[in-house]
């Protein structure tokens, strides 16, 4: 039995099933036995692999993405660059670096990163010693001055919480035991549901809302909206999520997520226009997937410049991650882009239109 298995039952045992929230919530941040607490999680040899962590591009695109945003907003003088959730640091490490190339750009930043795991953020900082970063738990916390902030895979890991039609309301989806085991069941009506009409929902159709969303986006869009700036926020999800997306990775492979608490990456897909309602006074641009965005900056050329310098397997992987970046049938349209940034500002690079 994993450690967290033993505290949530204790939970469950003495105060009753708990919210898919609170559970997604002690699976990645519980701060003993959570999977962002305990381990390293990222890379070929942790669960999971994240975009910056397969190629260089992907960072070294994101990072001129963001350089040409400030250029085309008169290069503020004195700016925030921020990131949340940053795993192992390696995003901004390639900001950083491919955006030394930008006169003024690095020399008017302050680097921010928002992180809630103490372990991981102890990581970032000392990845990202020479830039004395400071550390942020919320984005709330984040200074009134232009912020030009990034995120990859962020948003999936905020905690859902899960409702279901029953007759003409809606109840939650709670987490219980049966026996021994961790397992979903229905409570009783919902105190407080999701803001749609139960008449709109097909019934046993899963409603899946991320309520600590909104303490991020708010934040974030005001600075934009007043003091100038950018948000890129790349994840998996769409548009509109239907149904129940939870799902966790251990070791590359999906697993029940109920099986193993704090062993695995539980997360949710992220929707995008709930996110996109969350902007304020802040300027949305329409989505894009992954791969049309990475294309528009201009990942292929820089592919094919580094692609010069290698040859044999290192060749064959600069290429493979390329595939996997870009491809449709791979990370390319699984997993989308949307970007905030000021009214009366030019719309950011890698975008079309506005929402
Ligand atoms: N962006 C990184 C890592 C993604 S994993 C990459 O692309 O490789 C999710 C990250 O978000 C981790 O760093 C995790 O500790 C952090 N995180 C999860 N929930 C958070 C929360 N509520 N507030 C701040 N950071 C959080």
Known sequence: MTELLAVLKKRIRAGG???????????????QFGFYSRQEPFGIDGSFTTAPEISQMFGEIIGLFLAQAWLDQKSPGEFTL???????G?????????????????????????EQSPKLSRRQISSLKNWSAT??????????????LISNEFFDALPVRQFVKRRDSLAEIRVGLIGDRLAPGIAPVAPIGPNRNPTDIPASEVVEVRPSAESVMRPISE???????????????????????LQAVCRHGKVDPFAAPGH???????DFGSLAGLAGNAEVTAMATQGEFLMRLGISERARILAKKLCGPALENH?????????PDAMGSLFKAISLY??????PPGFTGGR
């Open 135 to 148: 550390h942020l738990e919320l984005a709330s916390e984040l200074p009134d001055r232009p912020l030009f």
């Open 264 to 270: 695995a990456d539980i997360s949710a897909h992220v």
């Open 223 to 245: 600075r934009i909206a007043r003091f100038g700036g950018v948000a890129l926020i790349v994840d998996y999800g769409d548009w509109n999520i239907r149904g129940s997306t």
């Open 342 to 347: 000021p009214r009366h500002a030019p719309a």
């Open 82 to 88: 921020a990131e949340l959730g940053p795993g192992r």
């Open 90 to 114: 390696t995003l901004m490490s390639d900001v950083l670096r491919s955006t030394k190339v930008v006169p003024g750009f690095l020399e008017a930043a302050n680097v921010a990163i928002i």
């Open 17 to 31: 099933p708990i919210s898919v929230s609170e559970y997604m919530s002690a699976c990645l941040l519980h701060p």
């Open 319 to 327: 290429l493979a991650a390329l595939g996997r970046l870009t491809d």
